[in-house]
């Protein structure tokens, strides 16, 4: 597979529990970026990492959540005590430095928490 | 940071017509505008970008055109056909590595 893979592809949580999703980027792509996206808007940037370091975080990017790609290849998102407030899709997406160029978008996990 | 503006919200044109999107944006240093369709239930996917560089892109029935001084840039379908159907987003590439998306556009082709 030469795409962006993210698991699960749908979560269902109680409110304040932990959940944590998986994305593993194009395997020749060093950048990876997380974008969270609500019913009816655009993605909305939440952080991205160029190879294992995280270069930028957004301001949406609560205490509770962390992210993590440790060994610049997977990535792995966290939301802590989650919110209903943190109901949506979260997509991945990589990139190469290399060229400016758009992102490839994996197919998201989209959470529900009730 | 950057502020992309898109409109409208939503769209209906007869198949065969012509539908236009329009996206406004903040920071001048932007140099990268791609523009994604997303299918209901699916994955944004990048269908044309331009550059700063350049003023108008085009590909098959599929054109941007940008014009940096009024920092604004278009999308373009020509002959729309139901599979057209979609949600359509812009985004620009800031200062920083991260896009800025619009609100999107919700475009309805009826046959």
């Known amino acids: 597979d030469t795409g962006v893979s993210q698991d699960p592809r749908h979560k269902i949580t109680k409110r304040g529990q932990n959940v944590t999703f998986r994305c593993d980027p194009i395997s020749e792509h060093n950048r990876l970026y997380w974008y969270r996206q609500t019913l009816g808007q655009g993605p909305e940037f939440l952080t991205y990492?160029?190879?294992?370091?995280?270069?930028?975080k957004s301001r949406l990017l609560s205490d509770r959540f962390s992210a993590e790609r440790p060994k610049g290849s997977f990535s792995t998102l966290e939301i802590q005590r989650t919110e209903q407030g943190d109901s949506a899709m979260y997509l991945c997406a990589s990139s190469s430095e290399r060229r400016l160029a758009g992102y490839t978008f994996g197919s998201g996990t989209r959470l529900t928490v009730v | 940071g950057e502020n992309v503006e898109q409109h409208p919200s939503t769209l209906s044109v007869q198949e065969g017509d012509s539908a236009v999107i329009k996206c406004t944006y903040s920071?001048?240093?932007?140099?990268?505008f791609p523009w994604y369709k997303q299918e209901l239930g699916k994955r944004p996917q990048l269908i044309i970008d331009?550059?700063?560089?350049?003023g108008e892109k085009k590909d098959q029935r599929i054109a941007v055109t940008l014009n940096k001084t009024a920092k604004h840039f278009s999308l373009h379908i020509t002959e729309t056909q139901p599979e057209d159907s979609a949600v359509y987003f812009c985004a620009a590439r800031g200062r920083g590595d991260q896009f800025y998306f619009g609100t999107g556009t919700s475009l309805t082709v009826i046959p």
């Open positions: 990492f160029q190879n294992e370091a995280q270069l930028e």
């Open positions: 331009i550059r700063s560089n350049v």
């Open positions: 920071d001048s240093a932007s140099n990268y």
